[in-house]
């Protein structure tokens, strides 16, 4: 009895995503191998390697061991208590004052600078008269040094000789000095005043450029089909400009969230820690209490908040990849 042999269809190739997934899945080689592969190049960047863990890998290193230690500034010495320090932050009320300090000094002023600077993008980039010299005034706040701005506002808000309060005062707005850096209610609004006249200029030299990137076609399009300025604005300009908003404001809240000089030479912190925030505190336990493992913790919480930041902001610099691997 013969058999008739079956008639079978020839295979069809595999489709670019059946390929995409066999080559995804096939086990990547050792980093190490990869490394001895392609030793020469390290050795190119082999300097900067060791800078970095020089000057930054020691320092964090060495940070993260310190905060497992109690550093009495009566002994000088060292012991070991575990993680007794984080959990004494933690629970102590004075860190959830500082931590209200610190998100009140950080959300604010990246709120206000980023609209201030969002505003004057808007305005410098059309052309008027005199649009180079108004470039360049704007420009001043973020070209004088932390120092020099902190002393400036400084004495503008002192709470004797200020000049806002003096000239209020002349032109018979109030009848009496203004006290606010010396205010537990009015010092914060006077920072962060002092620091959004500080930082708006970085955020208007972000989005200006990023308004030169806008295409006029769809501007045009927009206003033939009658489209006014506020909707031009809310449906092309801010979607077209998403991903520069959204790494701004990240590099603006972790400046502020880092920001030391303005405050300290303001405010120093207070009056009655109601400026205290983060940076401040952990200044202040290093090298006015000396309790150096204490500071290292409350770094390192610092840190690992930082490190949340990070994320959102690899993630913000990298969508424009993941969006065109995905299409």
Do not use: C
Request: aromatic content about 14%; hydrophobic content about 50%.
């Amino acid at each position: 009895m013969s058999t008739i042999p079956l008639e079978t269809k020839p295979a069809s190739p595999p489709q670019p995503e059946e390929q995409e997934r066999r080559v995804s899945t096939k086990p990547k080689r050792h980093l190490l191998l990869r490394m001895k592969d392609h030793w020469a190049d390290y050795m190119y960047i082999l300097p900067s390697l060791l800078v970095m863990v020089l000057v930054i890998g020691y320092p964090l290193v060495y940070t993260i061991y310190l905060s497992f230690f109690d550093t009495p500034p009566s002994t000088g010495g060292r012991v070991f208590n575990g993680i007794d320090n984080y959990t004494s932050i933690l629970q102590s009320d004075r860190f959830w004052l500082v931590t209200k300090n610190t998100f009140v000094w950080t959300f604010f002023s990246t709120l206000f600078a980023f609209i201030l600077g969002f505003g004057a993008a808007l305005v410098i980039q059309r052309d008027f008269f005199g649009r180079g010299v108004v470039r360049g005034i704007l420009l001043i706040p973020w070209v004088i040094s932390y120092v020099a701005a902190a002393y400036v506002w400084r004495w503008i808000f002192h709470s004797d000789y200020g000049l806002l309060g003096g000239m209020l005062m002349e032109w018979g707005i109030a009848d009496h000095r203004l006290i606010l850096l010396d205010s537990t209610r009015w010092v914060m609004p006077a920072l962060i005043i002092a620091n959004v006249w500080k930082e708006f200029p970085f955020v208007m030299i972000m989005l200006l450029a990023g308004l030169q990137t806008v295409p006029d076609q769809l501007m045009r399009a927009a206003r033939v089909d009658g489209a006014n300025s506020w909707n031009q604005f809310t449906h092309i300009t801010v979607p077209h400009l998403k991903n520069v908003i959204v790494i701004t404001m990240l590099l603006l809240f972790v400046t502020n969230l880092n920001s030391f000089g303005l405050v300290w030479i303001m405010t120093g912190g207070g009056p009655a820690s109601a400026s205290q925030i983060w940076i401040i505190e952990i200044y202040t336990l290093a090298f006015r209490s000396l309790r150096f493992g204490l500071a290292s913790a409350f770094s390192v919480i610092l840190f690992i908040f930082m490190l949340g930041i990070g994320y959102f902001y690899v993630r913000a610099l990298t969508a424009g990849e993941r969006s065109g691997r995905s299409a």
